[in-house]
């Protein structure tokens, strides 16, 4: 349990950091360090699955789309970004965290408990078997994707 | 439930909050994007700590990895729109967004 919450504090120092650095790089690389620490937790918490997509989509093809759009978009003006960042994010984040340990404190243990779920089978029987239409609208979301970036990236014939 | 599901809605409550924060702050569209990723990334613990807790583990799983997999194809679509939007202004900020004219 102490490894699992160490697991968990450094995700959140490491999503914080990615918000708040101020070169986009090491931005970038900690967030790829946050989804790695969330891909440890998801494979502690039994779910192979999840953690090996996690990390191998997250953490890395993420990160490299990321990183390309870094580069591609580096030539340009610096934004500026407002002075009252440095000391608002860490201020407001702390008093936020203070709330959210109470309110938590304050619910433990109210929050009725569900009823257990009767899970049977393997994991690919409740991906594939047990959902319907939704695996379609995945299917049209992904190619909607796609189509959204080839139209993004076109080339205008009549400029050339 | 469990008070372990109470540790994890901490944790996933951070990160969305940290999200949010960042959201409202910060004004680079890159950085306003790993915002928006950040949020994911709670919304996702939350998932599978919540499926962990009531022992349906394989339901919330197939669950995170619809969200992933749907997470990637906003990540390429947001990113070429960041790209263009760059090309178009020769800059990331955000507030330059309310200055296009057609």
């Given at each position: 349990?102490?490894?699992?919450?160490?697991?968990?504090?450094?995700?959140?120092?490491?999503?914080?950091?990615?918000?708040?650095?101020?070169?986009?790089?090491?931005s970038?690389?900690?967030?790829?360090?946050?989804s790695?620490?969330?891909?440890?937790i998801?494979?502690?918490?039994?779910?192979?699955?999840?953690?090996?997509?996690e990390?191998?989509?997250?953490?890395?093809?993420?990160?490299?789309?990321?990183?390309?759009?870094?580069?591609?978009?580096?030539?340009?003006?610096?934004?500026?970004?407002?002075?009252?960042?440095?000391?608002?994010?860490?201020?407001?984040?702390?008093?936020?965290?203070v709330?959210?340990?109470?309110v938590?404190?304050?619910?433990?243990?109210?929050?009725?408990?569900?009823?257990?779920g009767?899970?049977?089978?393997?994991?690919?029987?409740?991906l594939?078997?047990?959902?319907?239409?939704?695996?379609?609208?995945?299917?049209?979301?992904?190619?909607?994707?796609?189509?959204?970036?080839?139209?993004?990236?076109?080339?205008?014939?009549?400029?050339? | 439930?469990?008070?372990?599901?109470?540790?994890?809605?901490?944790?996933?409550?951070?990160?969305?909050?940290?999200?949010?924060?960042?959201?409202?702050?910060?004004?680079?569209?890159?950085?306003?994007?790993?915002?928006?990723?950040?949020?994911?990334?709670g919304?996702?613990?939350?998932?599978?700590?919540?499926?962990?807790?009531?022992?349906?583990?394989?339901?919330?799983?197939?669950?995170?990895?619809?969200?992933?997999?749907i997470?990637?194809?906003l990540?390429?679509?947001?990113?070429?729109?960041?790209?263009?939007?760059?090309r178009?202004?020769?800059?990331?900020?955000?507030?330059?967004?309310?200055?296009?004219?057609?």
């Open positions: 349990m102490i490894f699992q919450t160490s697991l968990l504090i450094g995700l959140v120092i490491f999503s914080v950091l990615a918000i708040l650095l101020r070169d986009l790089l090491k970038a690389i900690s967030l790829a360090v946050a790695l620490l969330l891909g440890i998801f494979f502690r918490m039994k779910a192979p699955y999840a953690g090996v997509f990390i191998s989509v997250v953490a890395g093809l993420i990160t490299v789309l990321f990183v390309l759009t870094i580069a591609l978009t580096k030539t340009g003006d610096e934004v500026r970004e407002s002075k009252l960042v440095n000391w608002v994010f860490p201020v407001v984040f702390v008093a936020f965290i709330i959210d340990a109470l938590m404190k304050s619910l433990l243990g109210r929050v009725p408990a569900l009823a257990p009767a899970e049977t089978g393997t994991f690919g029987d409740i594939w078997r047990g959902r319907t239409l939704d695996l379609v609208g995945q299917i049209a979301v992904i190619l909607a994707g796609v189509f959204a970036v080839l139209a993004l990236f076109r080339k205008d014939d009549k400029h050339e | 439930m469990s008070n372990t599901w109470y540790l994890y809605m901490f944790f996933a409550v951070a990160l969305v909050l940290a999200g949010l924060i960042g959201l409202l702050l910060k004004r680079n569209l890159i950085k306003l994007f790993i915002a928006i990723e950040v949020v994911g990334k919304v996702s613990l939350l998932l599978l700590s919540t499926g962990f807790a009531k022992g349906s583990i394989l339901t919330a799983q197939a669950l995170v990895v619809t969200y992933i997999v997470e990637v194809s990540v390429a679509t947001a990113l070429a729109l960041i790209i263009n939007v760059y178009h202004g020769k800059s990331l900020d955000v507030r330059g967004l309310a200055k296009l004219k057609g």
